[in-house]
């Protein structure tokens, strides 16, 4: 008896995203599997945020075919954000509405029911409870990426994409993020991760795929990356 | 005998480095001009204007003959002192010569911070206006006998004003960072537009403006003689006045914003979830204007202040029918012409959620047609103080006004916000919501057609035909809707939006 095809959550042949002159992606072909989480590594410049950018349907593919949950991200973009959590890399945060707003803003938008409880929980978890209705513009970096976890996870979405979660973030924040990262994974979702911190990637994520100059330059198992003989092999693919 | 400077002349090295760091830093902000070529034009074309200011009047007929204008020429330069320092004011000291946010990085001297403020205080539409009024005003009165003189002292008392409205500006500045600072200042400018309004409403303001210290500065111009020791003392005052405005710069500098951080470290205690997505986002937006400093500062100042000089100067209907124009088309200035630009970094979040973006349009489009209404009603509403009751025909003529002129201000607005938007937090209230240089191009354009627009219309409104200007306001609207329509396909292609929401958040 053979077995059933798998068919990724994310599937992404030939990505090209140019902004005027630049190239940001190269030609990067990407698959992610529900129930698993994937570690997007790469330097500075590799096309790591671009990406998930054009996952989470906030960039249209220059050229290229990115499915998400089966829809074409450029045919329909707001089913696609409606299956998709993104945190992104840089804020990510309205400057002058506070936590609960953009828990609103986020729960209205996706038609959730009954969210508060879980929104409070989140809150609670990330140790944000006690500024939730206070303006995030003063708010610290690590307390900015730590909510826009919060924000991404809020309505338990199918494909989680994570931007750079664990930077600026205390031991606390980055086990909270760890715990949704597993959640998500154990509930079906496919996970995301991209991060210039390779520890915290192997400890999330069982795949790990690397992107060099725009395009994709290996995909292997994230055990692969670990120890000194996994530090060397991913140096010697960013060089 | 050595000659280099010494070594224990702190003061005279300090100011030394601040006008080298000011070089530095407008070189840097000229180098990341993304339109040179325009800016270049720009400059010209202020350049010209300015020459023409200064020379057309002498074209015109009757020019050096004694006109109405040498008998108040004295209370128009206080005027432009007056303007200065509300502006400086306003503006939390001046405009900063880069934002707070990049700046902060880097060992920026009070000193120069200061000078970056006055070099940036002429571009600003209303001090350019004044400045080529004074001068117009001045070639008229001395014609081309006594001209160059006369041009020397006008421009000499422009610089020298605003050097000593940027010291006013940063007196206030310290006193607003005090403890009890906000209500000091708020309580001083109640009281000083209470008894501005009590005098102009008494007719005595004229002459308390005429019998400035001003007057001396205007009979150097009248008698066409005399003009250089008026100059030469103008300008050792700005010398003065430029380095006595660098101790309380330094003082405001040092303390901490009280202002922007109360409002920006504020809580806001939960709201029923509203019932639409339009109504969700609407309140977002909301939420961004109203807990913005220089929102807030901006709007008090744009709503009141042509109110108070329309309550001073008891102002009848036809011409209370042009103040919407200019209130709304000032509001504009405060976030309109980069709207998107009110998400921050937040910009990307908010992208990535499910709503169509013709809604996302809609609300923020709503949200600054809201912001500049309410700013207008409350022009109105003082201006109607002592405009008495309207006839119908004016009302149907003011209403109409405030539409087009609103809807055509919105217009151009989400037209030039989708268009070059720019990375912008407007935290501080000395932020602009673009480069300096574009915002005297932005209120320039915005001033001239919405001045216009409100004349034509106050015109109309004196006519024995009160339909003439509803029917007159149609293709005004119907205009202005097709711009807004056109501004909405922009921002509702995929590839327009995400490069002005990768912009914002940058």
């Known amino acids: 008896m053979s077995q059933p095809a798998v068919h990724p959550v994310i599937d992404v042949r030939g990505l090209h995203v140019r902004f005027g002159e630049v190239e940001a992606v190269a030609g990067i072909d990407l698959r992610a599997e529900a129930g698993h989480a994937t570690a997007l590594l790469g330097r500075n410049g590799a096309g790591k945020s671009t990406t998930m950018r054009v996952l989470a349907g906030v960039v249209p593919p220059t050229a290229g075919s990115v499915l998400v949950g089966g829809i074409d991200v450029a045919a329909d973009p707001v089913a696609v954000k409606r299956r998709v959590g993104y945190c992104p890399d840089v804020g990510g945060l309205v400057p002058r509405a506070t936590p609960w707003e953009h828990l609103q803003l986020a729960a209205r938008l996706r038609r959730l029911d009954d969210w508060e409880v879980r929104a409070r929980d989140l809150l609670e ?29 809020l309505h338990e979405p199918e494909v989680l994409l994570l931007d750079e979660p664990f930077d600026g973030v205390d031991p606390l924040g980055v086990e909270a993020t760890q715990a949704v990262i597993e959640d998500a994974r154990a509930r079906g979702a496919s996970v995301l991760v991209s991060t210039h911190l390779r520890d915290l990637a192997i400890q999330a994520c069982s795949t790990a795929v690397v992107l060099r100059g725009g395009a994709q330059v290996a995909a292997m198992e994230a055990d692969e990356l670990s120890g000194e003989a996994g530090a060397d092999a991913y140096r010697a693919l960013l060089d | 005998m050595p000659t280099a400077r010494s070594s224990t002349d702190p003061l005279a090295a300090g100011w030394v480095r601040a006008v080298a760091d000011l070089g530095h830093l407008m070189r840097f902000r000229a180098a990341t001009v993304r339109r040179p070529r325009t800016t270049a034009v720009a400059v010209l074309v202020l350049l010209g204007v300015t020459l023409a200011a200064s020379v057309g009047p002498l074209l015109v007929e009757g020019a050096g003959s004694g006109t109405v204008l040498e008998d108040h020429l004295g209370a128009m330069l206080a005027g432009f002192l007056v303007l200065a320092i509300a502006s400086s004011m306003a503006s939390g000291g001046g405009r900063e010569l880069v934002p707070r946010e990049q700046a902060a990085i880097h060992p920026i001297d009070h000193r120069t911070e200061h000078l970056g403020a006055l070099v940036l205080a002429p571009l600003n539409f209303a001090w350019l206006l004044q400045a080529w009024l004074l001068l117009g005003v001045t070639a008229r009165i001395t014609g081309s006998d006594g001209w160059l003189g006369g041009q020397a002292v006008a421009a000499a008392w422009v610089v020298c004003a605003t050097a000593l409205a940027q010291v006013v500006g940063w007196l206030v500045e310290t006193v607003r960072r005090t403890t009890h600072g906000i209500a000091v200042v708020r309580t001083v400018a109640v009281v000083l537009a209470v008894v501005g ?28 003689d005399g003009a250089r020791p008026v100059v030469l003392a ?64 901006g709007l008090v100042v744009l709503a009141l202040g042509p109110g108070l000089v329309a309550l001073g100067g008891g102002m009848d209907w036809t011409e209370v029918l042009v103040l919407p124009a200019l209130v709304v088309s000032g509001g504009a200035l405060l976030f309109g012409v980069n709207a998107w630009c009110l998400d921050g970094r937040g910009a990307l979040w908010r992208e990535s959620l499910p709503v169509e973006p013709g809604t996302v349009f809609a609300a923020r489009a709503l949200t600054l047609a809201e912001w500049l209404g309410s700013a207008a009603v409350v022009t109105i509403a003082l201006a109607a103080l002592r405009a008495g009751v309207p006839s119908a025909v004016e009302v149907l003529a003011l209403a109409t006004t405030m539409v087009v002129v609103t809807l055509q201000v919105v217009a151009v607005s989400m037209s030039w916000s989708g268009r070059r938007p720019f990375p912008v937090q407007l ?9 300096p240089i574009v915002m005297v191009g932005y209120s320039a354009r915005l001033a001239v057609s919405t001045t216009l627009t409100a004349m034509l219309f106050s015109a109309a409104a004196q006519t024995p035909a009160w339909w003439l200007v509803p029917v007159m306001a149609v293709p005004f609207l119907l205009w202005s809707w097709v711009r807004l329509r056109r501004a909405r396909g922009w921002w509702v292609d995929a590839s327009q939006r995400a490069r002005v929401v990768v912009a914002v958040a940058a």
């Open chain 2, 427 to 435: 935290s501080s209230a000395r932020a602009t919501p673009a480069p």
């Open chain 2, 197 to 224: 309004v009590g005098l102009q409403a008494t007719h005595r303001l004229l002459p308390l403006l005429d019998a400035l210290p001003t007057h001396h500065l205007a009979d150097a111009i009248t008698v066409r």
């Open chain 2, 234 to 297: 103008l300008l050792a005052l700005t010398a003065a006045a430029v380095v006595a405005g660098a101790l309380p710069a330094g003082v405001a500098l040092r303390r901490t914003p009280r202002e922007e951080l109360k409002v920006e470290s504020g809580s806001h205690p939960a709201r029923s979830l509203p019932s639409s997505d339009l109504a969700v986002l609407r309140r977002i937006d909301r939420g961004s204007v109203w807990r913005s400093v220089p929102m807030r500062r």
């Open chain 1, 125 to 153: 978890r990330f140790e944000l409870g006690d500024v939730a209705h206070r303006v995030t513009s003063g708010f610290s970096h690590g307390m900015g990426r730590r909510l826009s976890v919060v924000l991404a996870a």
